[in-house]
Nanobody, 109 residues
Framework: VQLVESGGVWVQAGGSLRLSCRGSGFTTRPNCMGWYRQAPGKGLECVSAINSGGGSTYYADSVKGRFTISRDNAKNTLYLQMNSLKTEDTAVYYC????WGQGTQVTVS
């Protein structure tokens, strides 16, 4: 069972990125899934979460209106569309459910 994130790169402020997190090995569909991030020298922050069916979502105030979480259960993949990126969005982004992915670095400058 594992989660593998991808899509993290360097981007200019104001730009957009889409992160993906592909799950494998799950015997049942993960219920709630989320994106977390850890900026340099800071603690872990829950950025966004989504329920099993995708009908209920959560966003941290810091990303509300700029980030969109979604999931494609047929592809076992979780997404995070990030628009209007700010330097303060720089962090390692992790996806998680009952387990954690390895993280992907997003750098905004």
């Amino acid at each position: 069972v594992q989660l593998v994130e991808s899509g993290g790169v360097w981007v200019q402020a104001g730009g957009s990125l889409r992160l993906s997190c592909r799950g494998s090995g799950f015997t049942t569909r993960p219920n709630c899934m989320g994106w977390y991030r850890q900026a340099p020298g800071k603690g872990l922050e829950c950025v966004s979460a989504i329920n099993s069916g995708g009908g209920s979502t959560y966003y941290a105030d810091s990303v509300k209106g700029r980030f969109t979480i979604s999931r494609d259960n047929a592809k076992n993949t979780l997404y995070l569309q990030m628009n209007s990126l700010k330097t303060e969005d720089t962090a390692v982004y992790y996806c998680a459910t009952s387990i954690w992915g390895q993280g992907t670095q997003v750098t905004v400058s």
